[in-house]
T-cell receptor
């Protein structure tokens, strides 16, 4: 039972354009959401996060949008750069006794073409 | 200076063997985690430790035994290795158990059981 899903295995965009990565979740107890970026043979690195009390969080070229009613979040990268080519993981966590447990989606491979 | 390091990076072994993976963090964090990335690319939590105390044990077979000698180290020992144990194992750390704390990941250990 996958509680966090990234339905697009891959995405290809042109340099300078917008990249939009999507993520859906099913567990209504999730109240904190994160995006991690992963290069080959490296561990995931934290990119940006959003609390369920917000619907948008921005950090430079990266913006995360949260639609709680649809249980959907998206990551926008503007403008996209070739160095952004990586696997992007969406993750979610719940408060209470989850004690920091992150539930990950299966990742989306982003390729940014020069 | 690597924040979260794992050794070895690659591990190839025979079924039935016992092996250990080591993790060290120099971030001064008090919480450490083990995640497994399976063939379908999902990252799933296995264990977490806070101040050397086991917090999360995510229904992992008891062939897997984590050990935390101090706050900076979390090792993973696997007995009687099986083919299905082949995966990438990631160690992570964070400061505190609160679910909004960012987790920092190591580079991963690629385990192949033949």
């Amino acid at each position: 039972d996958q509680q966090v899903k990234q339905n697009s295995p891959s995405l290809s965009v042109q340099e300078g354009r917008i990249s939009i990565l999507n993520c859906d979740y099913t567990n209504s107890m999730f109240d904190y959401f994160l995006w991690y970026k992963k290069y080959p043979a490296e561990g995931p690195t934290f990119l940006i996060s959003i609390s369920s009390i917000k619907d948008k969080n921005e950090d430079g070229r990266f913006t995360v949008f949260l639609n709680k009613s649809a249980k959907h979040l998206s990551l926008h990268i503007v403008p996209s750069q070739p160095g952004d080519s990586a696997v992007y993981f969406c993750a979610a966590s719940a408060g209470g006794t989850s004690y920091g447990k992150l539930t990950f989606g299966q990742g989306t491979i982003l390729t940014v073409h020069p | 200076d690597t924040a979260v390091s794992q050794t070895p990076k690659y591990l190839v072994t025979q079924m039935g063997n016992d092996k250990s993976i080591k993790c060290e963090q120099n971030l001064g964090h008090d919480t450490m985690y083990w995640y497994k990335q399976d063939s379908k690319k999902f990252l799933k939590i296995m264990f977490s430790y806070n101040n050397k105390e086991l917090i999360i044990n995510e229904t992992v077979p008891n062939r897997f035994s984590p050990k935390s000698p101090d706050k900076a180290h979390l090792n993973l020992h696997i007995n009687s290795l099986e083919l299905g144990d082949s995966a990438v194992y990631f160690c992570a750390s964070s400061q505190g158990l609160t679910h909004t704390k960012t987790q920092y990941f190591g580079p991963g250990t690629r385990l192949l059981v033949l």
